[in-house]
């Protein structure tokens, strides 16, 4: 069923005048609560949110009890509140490297010059005098006629790859969709690929700009344990070294390999490169790993539909973060994940309780709050593949992550645009608040990143949806600044921690957003589905009868 963004905006307009203040109907979204769920899930007392950690207990602990306060049903396995998730954990220690070429070599200190980790069973990695050789960004993708490897044989060799895809230096090419990033610029790509080429290992070169975030990002997220769903057949699905080398680096070890990085990285552009071997030039690599089995939990809470209780409305977002890591230049080990994203999660218990008090939805309100998001959006996989409420019967989704703490701003992001139906109903909900969507334009990956993925690659319509473009209120300028000053020095940092001083009316308008959005789905017996040429419209077709 199509319709107009105006027509939309007005039925959304009717619904958020039902449900807000003033109403008799359902409470309005309270910021203090916000800030008070934010400020205890980010206290150092919770860890950083570690997964499988005493941590972990103190999270499903508060998030049950607060989703029980709320007025929602326990959602999970068994008739209790949450799902397990069992993972392989893998702890590395002893990290050592080396670069040789010729007479030259580097050693490469864990977290300096290079990172090593890896998500292979075993005791150990130990890579002696492995080849390395450049494969351009590392992508095969038959259907846009591109392939870096060129049938050459990768196996047993170090791939030294670029970090996104090929359109990102040169997006008037629009080969891989110009910057808006398609999964194969992502880092779980690039070695998913390389396992699939019988390689020993990759080195991700690290810039910043096609990252989208530093270095230091890039040391917090993998120099801790890493984890992994179980894999019937491992060794066919990972590489022995998962790892990324700084940019300056790399340019001298193409320099002493007798190659010029800039000009390779231009070729790397063309469907036409080919594998280069940089010449002479080795990598020994080892580390002890342990590995374990760990079991986490989804926290899942339910609102049962009036009416048609078996279809369902979702709303997710990912508990966990970093835990305890290296001590920064305060001496702070604890990455307490305020933004990132107990704001997020704060979001969810408040949307619950808007739910809760208001009118009865026809369909029911799924909240799932995620874990291990930032171990490679594990909680959000293990839950697609295991879904407690089919997914061909859950009629869309809402995601959110690092919510907007800086204040009101005249737009609304849209992460994905282009791929669902969702997008129109977004349109008219923004437009309903007097706000318009900005443009999307995927340099990030922002799609491929946070926990509706699992979701939509399996047929669901998944919105992700948050704060976009200018500030409305004054101080402007002081807002902008913060917001970048997050990105720049706070994003996966031990200084993402929660300030009384945040602003949270942003925050407010964008679960409001999604609110009514979802109340309206919820409350009609619509099917958004997939636009024309989304590569996630098949999977839902397969699952069309049930929803008919």
């Not at 970048?484 to 020095?489: L, R, S, T």
Request: glycine content about 10%; charged content about 20%.
């Amino acid at each position: 069923m199509r319709f107009t963004v105006a027509a939309l905006a007005s039925s959304l307009l009717l619904a958020a005048c039902a449900t807000g203040p003033g109403s008799g109907q359902s409470p309005a979204f309270d910021a203090a609560r916000l800030s008070e769920h934010a400020r205890i899930l980010s206290d150092d007392s919770f860890e950083g949110r570690g997964i499988a950690t005493p941590a972990e207990d103190k999270v499903v602990a508060y998030l049950s009890e607060q989703y029980a306060a709320a007025g929602f049903q326990p959602g999970g396995e068994n008739g209790g509140w949450t799902q397990d998730v069992t993972l392989n954990r893998f702890t590395s220690s002893n990290a050592r490297g080396r670069l040789t070429v010729g007479g030259w070599s580097q050693d490469l200190t864990q977290g300096r010059e290079a990172v090593f980790s890896t998500r292979l069973p075993g005791a150990s990695v130990n890579l002696t005098n492995a080849p390395l050789v450049f494969v351009g960004y590392g992508v095969k993708a038959p259907e846009r006629q591109w392939d870096d490897f060129k049938g050459q044989d990768m196996r047993g060799k170090i791939l030294v790859v670029l970090v996104n895809d090929p359109d990102f230096e040169q997006p008037e090419l629009n080969t891989f969709n110009g910057r808006a990033m398609t999964y194969y610029g992502r880092w779980t790509y690039k070695y998913e690929e390389a396992a699939r080429q019988g390689a020993a290992g990759v080195l991700i070169v690290h810039e910043t700009a096609p990252a989208s975030y530093g270095w230091q990002t890039v040391n917090n997220s993998w120099s801790g344990p890493q984890f992994d769903i179980l894999r019937q057949n491992a060794s066919a699905e990972r590489i022995p070294l998962e790892g990324w080398i700084q940019r300056d680096l790399a340019v001298e070890l193409f320099r002493r390999a007798g190659q010029d990085f800039e000009q390779l990285k231009v070729q790397a552009r063309s469907r036409d490169f080919q594998p280069v071997a940089l010449a002479n030039a080795t990598l020994d690599a080892s580390m002890d790993v342990a590995t374990s089995q760990i079991t986490t939990r989804n926290v899942i809470a339910r609102l049962p539909g009036r009416t048609h209780p078996d279809e369902t409305i979702l709303y997710t977002a990912h508990w966990d973060h970093i835990g305890v890591g290296d001590p920064d230049e305060t001496g702070d080990r604890i990455f307490n994940g305020a933004v990132d994203n107990a704001t997020g999660t704060a979001g969810l218990l408040e949307l619950a309780r808007v739910f809760a008090a208001g009118p009865r939805p026809e369909r029911s309100i799924v909240m799932i709050s995620f874990t291990a998001e930032e171990s490679g959006l594990l909680g959000s996989e293990y839950y697609a593949a295991n879904p407690i409420y089919p997914l061909e019967t859950t009629a869309g989704g809402f995601n959110v992550d690092s919510m907007n703490v800086y204040g009101r701003t005249v737009s609304v992001s849209s992460v994905g645009q282009g791929q669902s139906e969702l997008d129109e109903r977004v349109a008219a909900a923004a437009a309903a608040q007097g706000r318009t969507v900005a443009p999307d334009s995927g340099a990030g990956g922002g799609y491929f990143r946070s926990d509706h993925f699992p979701l939509a690659k399996r047929g669901v319509p998944m919105a992700y949806t948050g704060s976009a473009g200018d500030f409305r209120d004054e101080p402007i300028a002081q807002r902008q600044a913060a917001r970048q000053e997050y990105g720049a020095n706070r994003y996966h940092q031990a200084a993402d921690e929660w300030s009384a001083d945040w602003d949270l009316s942003g925050q407010v308008e964008d679960l409001q957003l999604i609110h009514d959005l979802g109340l309206a789905l919820a409350n009609s017996r619509d099917w958004p589905g997939w636009k024309p040429g989304s590569e996630f419209g098949p999977a839902r077709e397969v699952s069309a009868a049930a929803r008919r």
